[in-house]
Structures are given as structure tokens and as C-alpha cells.
């Protein structure tokens, strides 16, 4: 038995890794580090026709040394496929894709309790409209036929060439019988999971897949919307396909369980895995310029992407509220990450309002060394996000011995425990209140601090490949 880690979404990353990249990137650091010649690497090109190839290890120490930093190699180009799949049915064409988006985003636009029955009715009913789809295409192929033999006045039929192509055949697959085959990825945007079915059914492969969270299905407005109209097909799919679908915390495997449920899609095993939230630092270089103005001062850190869900605008509020009643005194508030979905307006506001240019500072690209410098020396950590399927920054900020003001939704209580203070993420008055306190309680603050060295449990970035490794090898 071979064991395949995917490491598709990592070859084409050009920035540092961070979220989905990291977790595959780890583990691909933890299966690399293990002799063991049944550990090998793929990765899938459906965008060129190729399907899965095999990654040598040293195409993979070159992939962690960039996304590490330590070097300025341009990524590999990133492998596309199809968007859209279905675990029985053969790829559809153009024209079949482009109403399936639509029937998916009409749906995702229905009422939960409506949406749940809509997908459950199609799932129902998937043989009876690929047939359909079938029939339709050859009718389509009969018809344009029929049309150039009369018109041509030369008979009915044509020579194979004038009939439509078939799309170019992958090249057959470097797994056998067997083989375990472990994707921890962006799937939905990267993999065919018709392929991948299909693969399954001919060659006995066993397959491992991820589950980070469902939030685009439980919240669609909170993403963008084609990536909200994709995911409970991918996950439908993920299902048929999947043996076992590991997810990163207790509330994701909850959310996942229920919505398979409700579609009637098959149930695979569902396990939890945790991840790792050392950040690994690589050199000894000093902190860039932006970051070492920072440093020097008395800031508090949210590292996050800036978007919709993720609700920086809370403590905008509550900062700019702080300011009104005249407390000038107040820490920098800082964001590492870059601008995502959804925020235009918000980041408009935060370049336009003189109150909150003063206490703001907006930093992306930034290092592991540098981002490790920023948690080690931050006053305290904050966390206001709407919903999580983990909530690694407050991971990572406990690691480093620091305290994170927290929303108390979905999975974050999971990660921090009695460790960590939660508010409501809607509630700007208690925001500004809470963080108030600590800037004027500092020795309550050292003692929870105290408390996070003296009684957190660090999870490893090794701890999590090996949990995901012994995973694959028990199927």
C-alpha cells in the first residue's frame, strides 16, 4: 500500500502560507520527514488534460523553502479544473456546467429549510437527469448531423473527425489497488471529483478528504457568492467519494454531519483532527521596517484576512467609540492580512476616518519570523470572527503566552477554553468596554498570561501530520 499526500494547492501558492496552504504544507514537511518508501507526493492538472502525476520529494523541499521564505522561486503553475462535479456522471460540457452553476446559485439563494429540501430532491433524483443530459447531447449530436447531410445534399453520415470531440483522456493515474490517496486542499477550485470517483470505483483506492468547514453552505452571504453556489455540491461529492473525511474541530464535524443528512448524501467516517499552531521561525533576520515600527510600541494584534466574516468592523467601532469619549491613550490596533471579499466600504472608511489613522496599522505579506516577533511582543490578541471551523490565530496567539479577547461563536471556544475571554461579535459597547479593562488592568493581564504558559497545550504542526498520516494508514 502507497500512501498519496495531494500537495496541488501548495505547488501553486505564490505568498507565504497561511490557512489551507499551511495545514498542507505541514503535513507534506511531516511526510517528508518519515523513511518510509510507501509515502509518495501527486498532484492533479485537470486544466491540461493530464490528471494526476506523481511529485518528486525534492519538488516538494523546494515548495516548503519558498513558502517558508527562504526563497524567491516562482511557484509552479497552479493546476485548474473542473468546478463542477458529480460522483456518478461523466464531465458535462460547457454548456451543461453553465446550468448547473445556475441551478446551484438559485438554490443557494432559497431559505435554509427550502434549500436543504431542493439539494435533497436533486441528489434524489442525479440518475434521472444525467440520463436526461445524455440523451439530450446525443440528440444534439444526431440533429447536427442530419442538418449537414441535407444541407450538403451528400447523404447523412460523416466521418468521425466532423463529429464533436471528446475531451483528451488524463493519463493514467501513477496509484494502484489499494493505494490511499490524501487531499487536504482547495478542492473545490482544484480537483475533479467525478475523476476522482472514478478512479475509486476502477482501482479499489481508498480516499481521505478534508473538511475545514461549511460555512459558505450555513452562511453564503458571508462569502463570495460562486464560492457559496459550489460547496454543497463539493461536499455532496466529498461524501460519495471519501472513505474518511477529516475535520478540524468538533463544530465542523457537527455542521458537516448535519447537512450530509439532510441532502441524504452518503455518511463516510467522520473523524477531528487538530492543527498545529507553533509558527516555525527560519532565520535570524531582523523584522522589516514596518514590522519593527510596530514593535516598538504598545499595539494589540487580530491576524486574519481582512473580509465579511472575519468582522474587523467591530473593533473599529469600538476603538473609534473609545476615541469619542476621549481616551487618547489607547494602543495601536493592528491587522496582518490582506484585503478580502466583502470590505470595500469598511476599508474606505478606515483610509478616510482621522479618528482611527492615528491607532492603525495595516500589514500583509508578512513573515513567519516577522508574524512570531508581532504575537511575542503584542499587548494582547483579538479575535471578533462571526463564525470558524477552528480559529488557528487564537491558537497561535495562546502558543506564544498571549491573551485573545474572543467571539464566542462556532468552533472558537474549542481552541481556547477557560484560556481565553469571549464576547458576542456583534457587540461593539462590550468590546470597547472589555478592552478598555485590560489596557487598564496590566497585572490582571500578566496573570492570565501566566495561566496560558503554565496550561496550554500546544498542538505541533508534527503532532497534526502525524494524526493525519496514522489516519490514512488505518484505512
Known sequence: MTIWLDVTTMLGWGRPALGI?????????HFLSVADEGIRFCCFDGGGGRGYSEVGREAIRSALTRLDGRAEAAPA???????????????????????????????????????????????????AFHGFVRAYREARVAAA?????????????????????????????????????????????????????????????????????????????????????????????????????????????????????????????????????????????????????????????????IERRKNHETLYRAYTRLIDEGRADLPLLVFVGMPGWGVNDLMSDLHSDFRIRPYLRILNQVSDNDLSLLYEKAYLTVYP???????????????HGRFCLASGAASIPEVGGDLVEYLDPWDVPAWAQRLLWHFDHPDELREREAAIRSNYLQTTWQETGAAVLAAAAAL
Open 77 to 127: 503553475a497552479a493546476p485548474q479544473a473542473p468546478q463542477e462535479a458529480a460522483p456518478v456522471a461523466a464531465a458535462a460540457t460547457s454548456r451543461e456546467q453553465r446550468l448547473k452553476r445556475r441551478l446551484l446559485g438559485l438554490m443557494a439563494r432559497l431559505p435554509l429549510r427550502y434549500r436543504d429540501r431542493a439539494y435533497r430532491f436533486a441528489l434524489a433524483r442525479r440518475e
Open 385 to 399: 470572527s462571526l463564525y470558524e471551523g477552528w480559529g488557528l490565530p487564537v491558537a497561535e496567539s495562546l502558543a
Open 21 to 29: 496552504v499551511r495545514v498542507e504544507a505541514e503535513t507534506a514537511r
Open 145 to 305: 448531423v442530419m442538418r449537414r447531410g441535407s444541407h450538403r445534399g451528400d447523404g447523412y453520415l460523416q466521418p468521425v473527425s466532423a463529429l464533436p470531440a471528446e475531451p483528451p483522456s488524463p493519463a493514467e493515474p501513477p496509484f494502484v489497488c489499494g493505494d490511499v490517496y490524501v487531499s487536504l486542499g482547495l478542492d473545490w477550485d482544484q480537483k475533479n471529483l467525478v475523476y476522482l470517483y472514478e478512479l475509486k470505483c476502477r482501482l479499489g483506492l481508498k480516499v481521505l478528504l478534508f473538511c475545514y468547514d461549511i460555512i459558505p453552505i450555513w452562511l453564503p452571504h458571508l462569502c463570495v457568492a460562486d464560492v457559496a453556489a459550489k460547496f454543497p455540491r463539493y461536499f455532496a461529492d466529498a461524501a460519495w467519494c471519501a472513505d474518511r473525511i477529516l475535520c478540524i474541530s468538533d463544530c465542523s464535524r457537527r455542521d458537516l454531519r448535519q447537512f450530509l443528512e439532510s441532502v441524504g448524501a452518503p455518511l463516510p467516517e467522520l473523524g477531528v483532527v487538530r492543527l498545529g499552531c507553533e509558527i516555525l521561525a527560519v532565520s535570524e533576520e531582523p523584522p522589516s521596517r514596518d514590522v519593527a515600527e510596530v514593535l516598538v510600541r504598545r499595539f494589540i494584534l487580530y491576524v486574519s484576512t
